[in-house]
């Protein structure tokens, strides 16, 4: 897809006219007309950095790359999440991989699952994607720090639940360091 395009669904995206894109541009300290935001659109002309840098701030584009390129980078991170019995979370190291579009916008990270307690929809060394948050409701999908082990479960009522029947619920007790690290989202 060409800049010109993407300006255009970028600024639409933000629900801004040419004429309100250019107002903003203006507070910002760029002397930019409506006719030159046409122009950026169509492709006749293009933006300096210094605009294209304001007209992503004024629309909320976090990642320029994923926006304009189509490319979006997510950590991996080396420790695997357990599928199984239990991992110890080390703070390990972490690599950027390139995702997929199909990839759900609201991943924060990458995790590699280990063993099998999951199965069948989660299989071992199978990369999962997770959104960063506090608390997940009951039944659901995510990642669990379980007295310094990490757990891709299933969340129950004072339980971790594997979708694997040969595996039982992990009991979560009142005295335990339990923590939701995040909900898995593909």
Partial sequence: MNLA?????????????RAQLAGLLKQKGFDVKTYTIC??????????VESFLAICDICRVMDIREAF?????LRLYDMPVSAGLGN??????????????????????????????????FVDRQIIF????????EGDIGIFCLNHDAYLKKLGKGYLISLNPDYA??????????RVLGKVVG
């Fill in 5 to 17: 395009k993407r300006l255009q669904e970028v600024r639409e995206a933000a629900k801004l006219s």
């Fill in 39 to 48: 122009k950026w659109e169509t492709g006749a002309s293009k933006p300096s």
């Fill in 69 to 73: 390129a189509g490319k979006r980078l």
């Fill in 88 to 121: 110890y979370l080390d703070g390990g190291g972490h690599e950027m991989i390139e995702v997929e579009s199909t990839v759900p916008g609201s991943a924060d990270y990458a995790l590699r699952v280990s063993g099998e307690s999951m199965t069948p929809r």
């Fill in 130 to 137: 997770v959104h960063e948050q506090p608390s997940l409701a």
């Fill in 169 to 178: 619920p992990i009991p979560i007790r009142e005295h335990d360091d339990f």
